[in-house]
C-alpha cells in the first residue's frame, strides 16, 4: 500500500517536472548559447514553445479557431511589453517577430540592404535560381531594376488601361446576366486572366485556364512541406513549374524567331530590355522572372478585388461617395471613353478606397527574412540562422495608429502621414512589392467600372473570415449583381 501510494505521487510529481523539461527544451537548446555569448545585444522577450512545433499551436489557435488573429500579437504585448519585438519557434525555426514601425522599417529596410537579412523562404526549385524573390545582393538590385523599368514605365501602365478596361466591362455585363456571382472564383479567374494578357499578350483560352490551375499547384506547393514524393503537393508544384517554364520558353523563342510576334507587354519589355552595364536579360532570368511576377500578383489583386465588393456592400455610405466621384469622372470624359493614366489624378476619393480596402485586407499577413550574421538593432540580438517574421498586419490594425482601426474608412487617408513606417503593406525597402502600382491601378479601373453603372449585395453579410494562408472570406462572397 505504501509503495502504491508512494509511486502515485511520485508519478503525479513527475507530470510538472516533464512538463517544465519540455516547455525548456527549446528555451535551452536556442537561446541558451546566446546568454553565454558575448557578442553584444540580448534576446528579445518571448517564449519558444514547446520542443518542434514550438509555438505553432497557439498560432493556429488564434487564427484558425478563434478568428482573432491580431490577439497572437496583443497577447505578447501583455505579457512582455510593447517592445515591438518577440522571441519565438515557428514553422520549424527559431525566429524573432517585428511588429514596430521601427524595428519592421530596419528588417525591411537598412538589413536587408546591407545583406544581414535575406530571402527568408527560399524556394529555387520552385521559383527559380534567377527570381527576384530569390536572388541577392547586386544581381537583387539588377533585377529590380529591370523589373520596375518593364511594369512601370509610363507604356506600361497606360497598357494597364487599355488593355483591362474593356475586359472588365465585359465581364460585369456577364456576371449581370448570370445575377449570382461566386465572387472569389470570378475574380480569381478574371485576376489571372488579366495578369496573363498584360505579361504575354495570352486572351483567355482553354490553355490560359490550364496555366491558372499550374499556378494554383505552384501556390499550393511553396505552402507545403518541401517533400518531392509522387502525391505530394511540392511534387505536383514541381511538374506545374516545369510545364509553366515550357510554356514560357516556347513564347520567347517565337518571338525570337519572329519579330512580329513581339506585342506591347511586359514579357517584349523584358526581352528588349538593356541593363545598366549594357547586359540583356538571358532567357533563365527571364523565365524565372516572368513565372514570379504571374505567381506573386495573381492572388493578391484578386483578393483585394474580392474585399473590396465585400467592405462597399457593408458600407454604403462608402460606396455613394465612391459612385459620386466617378460618375463625374464618366461624365467629363463621355459615356463611352475609358479612363487612361492621366485620369489617376482625378481620382483622389477611389485612391483613398483602394488604400483602405489593401489596408484592412491584409492580404500579406507578414513577410520572412532569414538572418545570414549575428545582427544587433536597439539592443536586441537577431541571431544567425533564426528566422525573421515582419509581422506586417498588426501595425494596420493597431488603434495607436489607426483610430477605430476594424472600421472600413478611407477618409482616414487625409490625414494619415505614409512616412511614418506604419503602413507597409507592400513591404518596405530594397524588397518592396515592384508590383504596388499595378495592383493599385487594376483596383482602380475595377471600382470605376463597377461602381458606376451597377449594384450588388452579398448573399451572406455575415460571412466567417478565414486568416490562413491568407484573409479570404470562408465562402466566396457570393454576390446578386445586376444593373443600377
Ligand atoms: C494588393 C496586391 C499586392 C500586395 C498586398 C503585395 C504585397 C507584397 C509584399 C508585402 C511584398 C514584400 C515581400 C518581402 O519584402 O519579402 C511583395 C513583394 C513582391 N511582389 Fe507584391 N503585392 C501585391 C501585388 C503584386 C503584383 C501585382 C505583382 C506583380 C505583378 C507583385 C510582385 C511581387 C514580387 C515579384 C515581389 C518580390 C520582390 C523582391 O523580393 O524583391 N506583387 N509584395
Given at each position: 500500500m505504501d509503495t502504491q501510494i508512494w509511486m502515485t505521487g511520485f508519478l503525479l510529481g513527475l507530470i510538472p517536472l516533464l512538463k517544465w523539461v519540455l516547455r525548456s527544451f527549446n528555451h535551452w537548446w536556442y537561446c541558451y548559447p546566446h546568454f553565454k555569448s558575448n557578442t553584444g545585444g540580448q534576446l528579445p522577450p518571448g517564449d519558444m514553445g514547446?520542443?518542434?512545433?514550438?509555438e505553432l499551436l497557439s498560432f493556429l489557435w488564434y487564427f484558425?479557431?478563434?478568428?482573432?488573429?491580431?490577439d497572437f500579437i496583443w497577447k505578447r504585448f501583455a505579457k512582455y511589453g510593447n517592445t515591438g519585438i518577440y522571441r519565438t519557434h515557428m514553422f520549424s525555426f527559431p525566429a524573432i517577430i517585428t511588429c514596430s514601425p521601427e524595428f519592421n522599417k530596419f528588417v525591411m529596410g537598412r538589413g536587408t540592404e546591407d545583406g544581414s537579412f535575406v530571402a527568408g523562404w527560399p524556394c529555387p526549385k520552385l521559383?527559380?535560381?534567377?527570381s527576384i524573390t530569390m536572388v541577392e545582393g547586386e544581381q537583387h538590385k539588377r533585377m529590380r531594376r529591370s523589373l520596375l523599368e518593364a511594369v512601370n514605365s509610363p507604356k506600361s501602365l497606360q497598357n494597364i488601361f487599355i488593355k483591362l478596361q474593356p475586359v472588365f466591362k465585359e465581364t460585369f455585363e456577364n456576371w449581370a446576366v448570370k445575377g449570382e456571382i461566386h465572387t472569389a472564383d470570378e475574380l480569381k479567374s478574371l485576376a489571372f486572366g488579366n495578369i496573363c494578357s498584360l505579361f504575354?499578350?495570352?486572351?483567355?483560352s482553354p490553355m490560359v485556364e490550364s496555366m491558372e490551375k499550374m499556378y494554383r499547384g505552384l501556390l499550393s506547393g511553396l505552402r507545403a512541406h518541401p517533400i518531392n514524393i509522387p502525391g505530394s503537393a511540392f511534387h505536383f508544384a514541381l511538374k506545374c513549374r516545369r510545364r509553366l517554364s515550357a510554356i514560357v520558353c516556347s513564347e520567347i523563342h517565337s518571338r525570337k524567331v519572329n519579330k512580329e510576334n513581339m506585342m506591347a507587354d511586359f514579357l517584349s519589355n523584358l526581352m528588349d530590355l538593356v541593363d545598366f552595364n549594357g547586359k540583356k536579360l538571358n532567357e533563365e532570368e527571364i523565365v524565372d522572372n516572368l513565372t514570379s511576377m504571374l505567381l506573386a500578383g495573381y492572388e493578391s489583386t484578386a483578393s483585394s478585388m474580392i474585399w473590396a465588393i465585400y467592405y462597399l456592400s457593408k458600407y454604403p455610405n462608402v460606396l455613394s461617395k465612391l459612385k459620386e466621384e466617378n460618375f463625374t469622372i464618366k461624365k467629363e470624359k463621355g459615356e463611352d471613353k475609358f479612363l487612361n493614366y492621366n485620369d489617376v489624378k482625378k481620382m483622389t476619393y477611389t485612391l483613398k478606397v483602394v488604400d483602405e480596402v489593401i489596408r484592412l485586407a491584409n492580404v500579406a499577413n507578414f513577410m520572412f527574412r532569414t538572418v545570414s550574421k549575428d545582427t544587433k538593432f536597439k539592443g536586441y540580438k537577431f541571431p544567425k540562422g533564426w528566422k525573421v517574421i515582419v509581422w506586417l498586419r498588426s501595425l494596420h490594425v493597431d488603434p495607436q495608429y489607426f483610430k477605430d482601426p476594424l472600421t472600413f474608412n478611407p477618409?482616414?487617408?487625409?490625414?494619415?502621414?505614409?512616412?511614418?513606417?506604419?503602413?507597409?503593406v507592400f513591404g518596405h525597402g530594397s524588397r518592396q512589392c515592384p508590383g504596388n502600382n499595378l495592383a493599385k491601378m487594376q483596383l482602380l479601373i475595377f471600382l470605376h467600372q463597377i461602381c458606376v453603372d451597377y449594384k450588388w449585395h452579398l448573399v451572406n453579410p455575415n460571412e466567417a473570415t478565414k486568416f490562413l494562408p491568407n484573409p479570404r472570406l470562408a465562402n466566396g462572397a457570393k454576390i446578386i449583381f445586376s444593373h443600377v
Open positions: 514547446w520542443p518542434i512545433v514550438g484558425k479557431f478563434t478568428g482573432k488573429p491580431d521559383l527559380g535560381e534567377q504575354l499578350s495570352f486572351e483567355r477618409d482616414r487617408w487625409d490625414e494619415f502621414n505614409l512616412s511614418s513606417g506604419v503602413y507597409n
